[in-house]
């Protein structure tokens, strides 16, 4: 089974351009978890999904930042409009369909996000 | 509110000697409590997980946890570390109501030979 898979590993953009960072989860899972890593920070939640809705956005800054995770296809991160404070590493996890607390999340490698 | 706490940046140890990495949490109703390492320009893998039962967990690359309730805390130990086990830590804490998991902001381990 291949696990969670991030693409693409790193991505450039000019500030005021679109980033969008795709996430397929391990093979059955339905929940997927989007996290944000700064240079000598800890991990940031941003956004709680399961198919085709959003559980818990609490983390996510309220403009120019949404993501989705459709019926079909990979969840997307998406940022438009990007500044220099948005370079980062995000991290997608996911979790079995049951969903319960005692589950472990399955992390990807990341995308590293670097706006010029 | 739900919030996790590692108060040590960074954490040296001489290989072969035990390690304690420190994690204290917040959260309503009973913590679902996780570790998670992190090598450079990877994605976090799962080391151990409380959920209940027994207070000391074991985990892999002979990790362990003691869960300590009366101290809300979830210190990460091993008996003789490794350099190998050089990395980033992270101490975790899942709302069993949201499920949604909140890390603590990272301890790095540097164990010298």
């Known amino acids: 089974n291949a696990g969670v898979m991030q693409n693409p590993r790193h991505l450039v953009r000019r500030r005021g351009q679109e980033a969008r960072l795709r996430c397929s989860p391990v093979?059955?899972?339905?929940?997927v978890y989007w996290y944000r890593q700064l240079p000598e920070e800890g991990l940031k939640f941003m956004v709680y999904?399961?198919?085709?809705?959003?559980?818990?956005e609490s983390g996510m800054p309220k403009e120019r930042f949404s993501a989705e995770f459709p019926k079909e296809g990979p969840s997307i991160l998406r940022i438009q409009q990007v500044v220099r404070g948005d370079s980062a590493a995000y991290f997608c996890?996911?979790?079995?369909?049951?969903?319960?607390?005692?589950?472990?999340?399955?992390f990807g490698s990341g995308t590293q996000l670097s706006v010029l | 509110a739900q919030s996790v706490a590692q108060p040590e940046d960074q954490v040296n140890v001489a290989e072969g000697n035990p390690l304690t990495v420190k994690c204290t949490y917040s959260?309503?109703?009973?913590?679902?409590l996780f570790w998670y390492v992190q090598y450079p320009n990877r994605g976090l893998q799962f080391l151990l997980k409380?959920?209940?039962?027994?207070?000391l967990v074991k985990g892999s690359y002979g990790f362990e946890a003691e869960f300590n309730k009366s101290q809300t805390s979830f210190h990460l130990k091993k008996p003789s570390a490794l350099v190998s086990d050089s990395a980033l830590y992270f101490c975790?804490?899942?709302?069993?109501?949201?499920?949604?998991?909140?890390f603590g902001q990272g301890t790095t381990l540097q164990v010298k030979p």
């Open positions: 409380y959920i209940t039962g027994d207070n």
């Open positions: 975790a804490v899942r709302s069993p109501i949201t499920g949604k998991l909140i």
């Open positions: 996890a996911s979790s079995p369909p049951t969903g319960g607390p005692n589950e472990k999340l399955f």
């Open positions: 959260v309503s109703g009973n913590p679902y």
């Open positions: 093979k059955g899972h339905s929940h």
């Open positions: 999904l399961q198919k085709e809705n959003i559980i818990d």
